[in-house]
């Protein structure tokens, strides 16, 4: 009797198992570096680290054409196209560039690429004693971006940055799309896999197949389908209004043009924003004094349904003096201008009432 295809749980169970293995692997290699080189350079070289413990681990497995610890736990095995021979050298070779380490090189260019289009025109760069991951990117990576992006005008950047935007986003939705679909039809649980053609065999017979599992596969695959849906229109959401809060903030204080020198002594010994966990860009102060980027804390009033009367978010660099306000009206929020002495200062933004 010819071998059977992998159901779906099978095909799921190897790749939990796959992860598990990889996982520890990972975390071998990291406490290791950890160890001789410190937290720094483990911060600075995490990403390279779990890079080569993938390509170690399927290159120990698949590209030698061996079974992964997941497929020989379940007892199934990878097959070509014709599902009568295993994959040939080049399409396992194929497969882990495609699973392992074409993720690192877009996370690896799309991630700074959107730091530096964010970032003001004018400088305003990450400060030099930063801890951020990533902060390596500066002498390689990030170098080469800063480069190419400086000559960009006001609107090709907007341009490009809805563009990377899209694509690491549209990536993601795409990864969660595939797996509602191998829900829905049980072939091809990883993308690599479709793009390669490989498919799963089973090489021990086993009692037939649950129908009532692949009913409930194919409910969760719906399920995941409609959650898929909901989360693009809420990114999307978020992404137009942290768009229209940026535009704001640049019509009144004029940031994409000029960075006063207030703003740098704005910044705090330790520059990451609490809401989104990375740098802060135009910094903003609350009453009690912490500091945020001024799209995430206008993004999170914004989300709020109650306005509370002390809501009331302040910029200020702090001097004494004589002090009156200039008010003004951009889109929905209610700006003030705090001037101290004929100079401005800072910026009230008051909820609506």
Known sequence: MAPAAA????????????????????SAAGGA??????????????????????VAYFGLTTLAGYQTLGEEYVSIVQ?????????????????????????????????????????????????QGSLVPGRRGCSGVRRWVRHHTATLTEQQRRALLRAAFVL???L????????????????????????TGI???????????????????????????????????????????????????????????????????AVSRNPLCTLCLEERRHPTATPCGHLFCWECITAWCSSKVRWEPAGVLRWLSGCAGKTHLAAAEVGSLALSTLQVEGREMGLFLKAPR
């Open 168 to 170: 690491r986003q549209g």
């Open 199 to 265: 498919t799963y065999l089973r090489v021990r017979s086993l009692p037939r197949e649950d129908l009532r599992a692949r009913v409930s596969y194919r409910l969760l695959g719906v399920v995941s389908l409609l959650h898929l849906v909901l989360s693009v229109g809420l990114q999307l959401y978020g992404f137009r209004q942290r768009q229209r809060a940026r535009k704001e903030w640049r019509l009144h204080r004029g940031l994409s043009h000029r960075r006063g020198s207030l703003e740098e002594r």
């Open 33 to 54: 570096l950890h160890s001789l080189a410190g937290a720094r350079k483990w911060l600075e070289w995490r990403k390279e680290v779990e890079l080569l413990s993938d």
């Open 7 to 26: 159901s779906p749980p099978e095909v799921i169970r190897a790749a939990q198992k796959d992860e598990y293995c990889r996982g520890g692997l990972r």
């Open 79 to 127: 097959v070509d196209p014709s599902q009568t021979r295993v994959p040939s050298w080049l399409r396992r070779g194929v497969l882990v560039t495609l699973h392992a380490v074409l993720p690192y090189l877009l996370d690896k260019v799309l991630l700074p690429l959107e730091q530096e289009l964010q970032a003001d025109p004018d400088g305003g760069r990450p400060s």
């Open 172 to 195: 993601s939705c795409l990864q969660r799309l595939h797996v509602a679909w191998f829900y829905i039809h049980g072939v091809f649980y990883h993308l690599a896999k479709r793009l």
